[in-house]
């Protein structure tokens, strides 16, 4: 959520950075928090003065009494009493006031980074740097579709008896790639990378969705549980950065324990709401995925160093697997809801001849952490203790391993149908090599 001080002393920034994002539309939700700020202000003041004239009132009253004049202190009973009920209404009013103004709040999205770059969508995001160069072969490569079920690894049939559309069924050495690429995802980050690995709940409440900025305005795009859990309305996490980033909310962290790194395995559920007709075929976009996330929470001074590490080490990942990639810088008009400025690495899909999204890498600054009050304390200033400030929060995927099986099935299957595996899985799949040809038909 943005600084809602912020917001009503500058709300030209929020609205240039709304145009960035191409949502002008919410100009008019601006000019309504800052007149709702006017409002508060002048309520505040109100009340503020109706309280120090009833601590004058009694302490003359009182006085009065002593002094025998009653029917003066009466009166100025009725004062103090009549002041009581408008202090009361106030602070209803507020009560109302805040509550709208949270509501609008929740509908804007973070202030866009100076650098990102003007545009509409991905069409116009910028090519930062590319890696590795795609082969150049003399058959025609398939998609992954028909590279998995000739070789008998991916059964999208049977899924579609079990659950239907936008699911799967690896077999064996497809089985065994998802988890070699899992475990040598967790292996990476926490040996060479440094991150602490945890294992959290899939099913998170409501409050822990608003924390990070799925909720509220993006529910249909989320698994809801029928029944609620524990008394709240509970969902199914559509990342692992939604109850990672959570783990400290509500605390004060200490400066010495920043940043903190963590990497977390965990099947990831989302509806699609949005994606009606895209990548309708195979398992680039599924309502259940498998994905490796890496979540800093980090200091205001170096979180954007730190973007930059988080970045490198999603890139390693695909280094690696020697997969062909490039990253790109998200444009205005591209940028998730929540994040300030993103990195997304694309990864060579041969069968479409085009780079696809194999991570996001995103810095969110304050946004998450003051919905969620997630703050650390800096060291000490000339011996004297300092005030709690926001952290900064940034994730990134490292990686989803459904599209690395995409990219791995294409980018390397030899002209007679068989997969060769990259070298950095071979260990996690029991030193196979190659997934044989499919048998001739």
Same mark, same amino acid.
């Given at each position: 959520m943005i600084d809602p001080h912020f917001l009503i002393e500058n709300p030209d920034r929020v609205k240039d950075s709304l145009k960035r994002r191409q949502k002008e539309d919410l100009y008019p939700y601006v000019d309504e928090l800052v007149s709702l700020g006017g409002t508060r202000s002048a309520l505040l003041t109100e009340r503020d003065t109706l309280r120090a004239d009833r601590n004058r009132l009694s302490k003359e009253i009182g006085g009065m009494y002593r002094s025998g004049n009653a029917e003066q202190a009466e009166a100025l009973k009725a004062t103090v009493q009549a002041g009581n009920v408008r202090i009361e209404q106030i602070e209803k009013e507020i009560d109302v006031l805040e509550a709208r103004r949270t509501e609008l709040a929740m509908q804007i999205?973070? &202030?866009?980074?100076?650098?990102?770059? =003007?545009?509409?969508? #991905?069409?116009?995001? !910028?090519? +930062?740097?590319?890696?590795?160069?795609?082969?150049?072969?003399?058959?025609?490569?398939?998609?992954?579709?028909?590279?998995?079920?000739?070789?008998?690894?991916?059964d999208l049939e049977r899924a579609a008896k079990l659950t239907g559309a936008r699911f799967a069924v690896l077999v064996g050495a497809g089985a065994r790639l998802e988890?070699? &690429?899992?475990?040598?995802?967790?292996? =990476?980050?926490?040996? #060479?990378?440094?991150? !602490?690995? +945890?294992?959290?709940?899939?099913?998170?409440?409501?409050?822990?969705?608003?924390?990070?900025?799925?909720?509220p305005k993006f529910e249909e795009d989320l698994f809801k549980m029928s029944e609620p859990v524990n008394g709240s309305d509970t969902f199914l996490i559509p990342t692992a950065e939604v109850p990672v980033t959570n783990l400290h909310r509500e605390e004060i962290l200490d400066a010495s324990e920043m940043p903190k790194q963590y990497a977390c395995f965990t099947p990831c559920f989302r509806s699609e709401a949005g994606s009606a007709g895209r990548d309708v075929r195979g398992i680039i976009r599924q309502h259940q995925f498998h994905k490796?996330?890496?979540?800093?929470?980090?200091?205001?001074?170096?979180?954007?160093?730190?973007?930059?590490?988080?970045?490198?080490?999603?890139?390693?990942?695909?280094?690696?697997?020697?997969l062909p990639y490039r990253v790109v810088r998200l444009c205005g008009g591209d940028l998730s809801f929540n994040a300030q400025k993103c990195f997304d690495l694309e990864v060579w899909m041969p069968s479409q001849k085009c780079y696809r999204e194999i991570s996001s890498v995103s810095n969110f600054g304050d946004y998450q952490s003051r919905r969620m009050a997630l703050r650390y304390r800096?060291?000490?200033?000339?011996?004297?203790?300092?005030?709690?400030?926001?952290?900064?929060?940034?994730?990134?995927?490292?990686?989803?391993?459904?599209?690395a099986i995409v990219a791995i099935l294409e980018n390397n299957v030899q002209a007679d149908g068989s997969v060769i595996i990259p070298k950095a899985l071979v260990p996690y799949m029991g030193g196979l090599e190659v997934i044989p040809a499919p048998p001739a038909e």
């Open positions: 999205p973070n &202030l866009v980074d100076d650098d990102t770059p =003007l545009g509409a969508s #991905e069409e116009d995001n !910028t090519v +930062v740097r590319t890696w590795g160069t795609p082969r150049d072969v003399d058959f025609e490569i398939e998609a992954h579709v028909e590279i998995g079920t000739k070789l008998g690894i991916l988890r070699a &690429l899992i475990n040598f995802y967790l292996d =990476l980050h926490t040996g #060479e990378h440094g991150y !602490t690995e +945890v294992m959290v709940p899939y099913m998170v409440h409501r409050r822990i969705l608003e924390g990070t900025g799925q909720l490796v996330e890496l979540v800093w929470l980090s200091t205001p001074e170096t979180s954007d160093d730190n973007h930059n590490t988080l970045v490198g080490h999603a890139e390693r990942c695909l280094q690696l697997l020697d800096p060291e000490p200033v000339n011996g004297k203790k300092s005030k709690a400030r926001l952290a900064h929060t940034l994730n990134g995927s490292g990686l989803a391993v459904g599209r």
